[in-house]
């Protein structure tokens, strides 16, 4: 073995040891892995309760069978039939509840024990109408489970109110539904609402069913599903902004993807919370602890529906058999405020989408701040995103004026590049290049200067992107001629829809493009003509504007409000600029600068140093 193959050998061995290093999992991925184990240990462990679902579920499969139109005869003995114990609880007449503050109002139905609708006080929808976030008997919320091999779903089972006249306090609100099995034994939902919160508590209980509920699992499923209600003017844009979110346990925050017709996926780690959002407001099941696993689903509604998706979830809540038992839940009902939300502590201020990276960072520690700020003092909103984009274009004011100096520069020195690219023909592309980066240097003048100024502003323009339409504040707050900031402001309701446009004129969309398309053509002229070297560059620049009309067009017009108001003051300060920028006064400099010896980069320094240390020679200037 000679010496290559044994140094071969060793690099070999040795990036075997480099990479098992590098692919060496981080605590959090052992975590995580761990979590995934103890979800299938689960999900092995409930294989028998699996089992007897699909042996019962040719006899017992439809607990639902209405049982009121049979003769009196006949009901007894078909609710034995199907529930078993439960067979007292299978009839009853629907009543209901009402948990209510200054914030929310609460309905509870004595059919399922569940939550039967709740509206928000302060908030009303597009109509003007009150905003009920769900309602009616299509909700399922409830435990499914088996008993003496007969499937039981709580949701179609009556409760009963735990006193009823007396769960009113002076400070908070309290009420208990109970599932009676027998003496001393019953399965209960307890509702308690605190003054001034949009947070509603939820025990659930089991008392001394351990003898009821079958023996050989290990787990409940809890069912929850409603439709959700079209609240906002733009209907499509509202759907394309509402999805279901859920949390981790200790870990990150996901959703499925808003667009897609029908979504769903299997969480087999294990959940603190599930979120049915909307745009501006949601519905969030949180646990104590956790829920060890599930399963949710999100099918979008056609478009002549009243509805806008169908939000399902399956969540296993644990059970051991012991007697008592009790599992803390909460249930939060409110907007989608990012101050509210992030209260609490539960990582809940994900469900405002801000962006990510630089994006949520310049939302969540400048934007909003200074949004609030304006807003404790100041009504008008349409006034807070004036003062907002002036404060930012105050901030920007010292890039806008290094952009604007950069691209000067470039324009005194178009004559010099038109002979440069004389001398050299198109053939020698490389060395025509060379030939005019030497000239820039040569004039300290930096060809990128113009362009990264306009790079570093990128960051704002898409933030704000994501900060109006998920800005709840707008929600419902006129402007000038715009009657809601959060959504489109249509001037003119077009008979027919064309494609990616929509059937409606918003006038501050139209206003935004057109600026747009005057601020593009004012810049083109500031600039270097680069036509000759770039023909379809000119027209290119007209593009995006144009396709601005129709992205923005069902957009929040405060969106496109805010990019009137950049692309006007841009102008201003353009004007400004150019009263103090004198092109002689440039060509002067530049002709100073290009007197004085260049100066070598450090970079450039050391090689020089190495090669005179090599003993090279640099050749001649």
């Known amino acids: ?102 914030l929310v109002k609460i309905s509870i139905s004595s059919l399922g024990g569940r939550i039967y609708s709740v509206e928000l006080k302060k908030y009303k929808n597009f109509k003007n109408e009150p905003l009920i976030l769900f309602d009616g008997d299509s909700i399922v919320f409830g435990f499914d489970f088996f008993s003496s091999n007969k499937r039981i779903s709580t949701n179609d089972l009556y409760f009963s109110a735990l006193q009823p006249a007396d769960y009113k306090t002076d400070n908070n609100q309290k009420i208990s539904m109970r599932l009676n099995v027998g003496e001393d034994k019953y399965l209960e939902y307890v509702y308690s609402l605190e003054p001034g919160s949009y947070m509603v508590g939820f025990d659930f209980n089991l008392h001394n069913m351990n003898d009821v509920i079958a023996s050989n699992i290990n787990y409940l499923s809890l069912n929850w599903s409603y439709s959700v209600k079209n609240q906002e003017k733009g209907r499509q844009f509202e759907r394309d902004n509402s999805s279901i979110y859920y949390k981790f346990f200790e870990d990150e925050v996901n959703n499925l993807n808003e667009r897609s017709e029908k979504a769903q996926e299997k969480l087999v780690t294990q959940i603190k919370w599930i979120a049915f959002k909307q745009q501006f407001f949601s519905s969030v099941l949180i646990a104590g602890q956790s829920f060890l696993n599930g399963e949710i689903k999100s099918q979008r509604r056609s478009d002549t529906n009243p509805y806008l998706k169908d939000y399902s979830a399956q969540l296993s809540i644990p059970y051991d058999g012991r007697p008592l038992l009790s599992f803390p839940m909460k249930f939060y009902f409110g907007p989608n405020s990012y101050k509210t939300l992030k209260s609490f502590n539960l990582d809940l201020e994900k469900l405002v989408p801000l962006g990510w990276g630089i994006f949520g960072w310049i939302n969540r520690w400048v934007v909003i701040p200074t949004f609030n700020l304006l807003g404790s003092f100041i009504s008008n909103f349409g006034i807070i995103i004036l003062i907002l984009t002036l404060l930012l274009k105050l901030v920007l004011f010292p890039l806008t004026y290094k952009s604007y100096l950069s691209t000067a520069k470039m324009r005194v020195l178009k004559p010099e590049v038109d002979e440069i690219n004389k001398k050299f023909p198109k053939e020698k592309a490389l060395e025509r290049q060379q030939a005019v980066m030497a000239m820039y240097k040569k004039a300290g003048v930096n060809p990128l200067g113009g362009c990264l100024p306009v790079a570093l ?48 004129v918003s006038l501050f969309c139209l206003l935004m493009t057109i600026s747009t398309i005057i601020y593009t053509r004012i810049s083109q002229g500031q600039m270097a003509d680069t036509s000759s070297q770039m023909p379809g560059m000119k027209w290119m620049m007209y593009f995006f504007p144009v396709m601005m009309l129709f992205w923005f067009n069902s957009y929040a017009s405060g969106l496109s409000y805010y990019y009137l108001l950049a692309n006007l003051m841009s102008f201003g300060q353009m004007a400004i600029i150019k009263r103090f920028v004198d092109d002689d006064e440039i060509m002067r400099r530049i002709h100073e600068n290009k007197k004085k010896p260049v100066k070598k980069s450090n970079f450039q320094a050391r090689l020089e140093k190495m090669a005179k240390e090599r003993g090279y020679k640099m050749p001649k200037k």
């Not at 704002?460 to 339409?469: S, T, Y």
């Open 1 to 102: 073995m000679d010496r290559k193959q044994i140094l071969g050998i060793v690099l070999i061995f040795l990036i075997i040891i480099g990479y098992g290093i590098i692919s060496q999992p981080s605590k959090k991925e052992l975590e995580r892995n761990r979590r995934i184990r103890d979800s299938i240990a689960t999900v092995l462990a409930s294989k028998k309760t699996d089992t007897l679902e699909k042996k019962t579920k040719n006899t017992a499969t439809d607990t639902t069978v209405s049982i009121k139109n049979l003769p009196d005869s006949l009901k007894q003995k078909k609710a034995v039939g199907l529930y078993g114990v439960f067979a007292g609880a299978a009839t009853g007449t629907k009543q209901f509840y009402t948990l209510e503050n200054e």
């Open 457 to 504: 502003q990128m960051p704002i323009l898409i933030a704000m992107f994501r900060f109006f339409p998920t800005s709840i504040e707008l929600r419902h707050q006129p402007f000038l001629w715009a009657n809601d900031l959060s959504s489109y402001d249509s001037i003119i309701n077009l008979p027919f829809n064309i494609p990616w446009y929509g059937n409606h």
